[in-house]
């Protein structure tokens, strides 16, 4: 078996891959590092075998080699002694801004975000086939997707084992009929959203309470709609 130097410091990156926060991982460890001391990366994602040596040569780190572990794989990257970019890195994270474009049609909207389109149908349709999922659809969508990713991150960057998770969500407007135009009184803001989430995984029910709680509190789509609407969540583990 091949031997490899003794790291100086090691970090998990779970299932991230190299375009999901990885990166900032790995920089933020190797910061602290001099030039020529080695840091370990353990790593369960296999698109990161061929990622991070491309992105060691782009920042003068030396790629010394891999070794499969029982559950992952541990990478081995030495310090380079040029140009450290974690703090320019940083810095334009704390001011990124994302950016969408929306046009409408009649009834529909087309949005267009990076690399991706896709359609917005009327904000209030209440039958169960449609064209087009609503605003209303996709904004509960958006925050079961910040929930249900957030806690499977959160526990992978814990070394955690997730056998199966879903979340359940539901919504309820003030007033519907306010912003049909139906009725003068009311209001078009919700008035509730509440769900469950459901869990199941080996391990112990207070370590998986607490990453709950830090998913809620990292979320920015849960921790935004917190402040403004009444929100009811359940976590519950399924045996």
């Known amino acids: 078996m091949e031997e490899f130097p003794h790291p100086q410091a090691t970090c998990d990156g779970g299932d991230l891959d190299c375009g999901s926060g990885l990166l900032l991982i790995i920089k933020k460890s190797m910061d602290p590092l001099q030039p020529g001391e080695v840091l370990e990366v353990r790593s369960r994602e296999g698109s990161v075998a061929g990622d991070l040596p491309a992105w060691c040569r782009r920042v003068k780190h030396e790629f010394i080699g891999s070794r499969p572990n029982s559950l992952d794989t541990s990478y081995f990257i030495r310090k380079g002694g040029s140009e450290n970019h974690l703090k320019q890195?940083?810095?334009?994270?704390?001011?990124?801004?994302?950016?969408?474009?929306?046009?409408?049609?009649k009834d529909s909207a087309k949005v267009h975000s990076r690399n991706h389109t896709f359609?917005?149908?009327?904000?209030?349709?209440?039958?169960?086939?449609?064209?087009?999922?609503?605003?209303?659809?996709?904004?509960?969508?958006?925050l079961g997707g910040c929930l249900t990713v957030g806690f499977s991150q959160h526990a992978s960057r814990k070394g955690m084992v997730i056998d199966a998770l879903e979340l359940s969500v539901k919504g309820k407007l003030g007033n519907v009929l306010y912003h049909l135009q139906l009725e003068d009184e009311g209001s078009a803001k919700f008035s509730e959203i509440n769900g469950t989430l459901y869990v199941?995984?080996?391990?112990?029910e207070e370590s998986l309470q607490k990453i709950w709680q830090l998913t809620l509190e990292r979320s920015?789509?849960?921790q935004t709609l917190a402040g403004q609407v009444k929100m009811d969540f359940r976590f519950e583990i399924i045996l």
């Open 119 to 142: 359609m917005i149908g009327q904000p209030a349709d209440f039958g169960s086939q449609v064209e087009a999922p609503s605003s209303v659809d996709y904004l509960l969508g958006a």
């Open 200 to 204: 199941s995984s080996p391990e112990e």
């Open 89 to 105: 890195d940083l810095e334009a994270a704390r001011g990124y801004q994302w950016s969408v474009r929306i046009r409408a049609n």
């Open 220 to 222: 920015p789509i849960y």
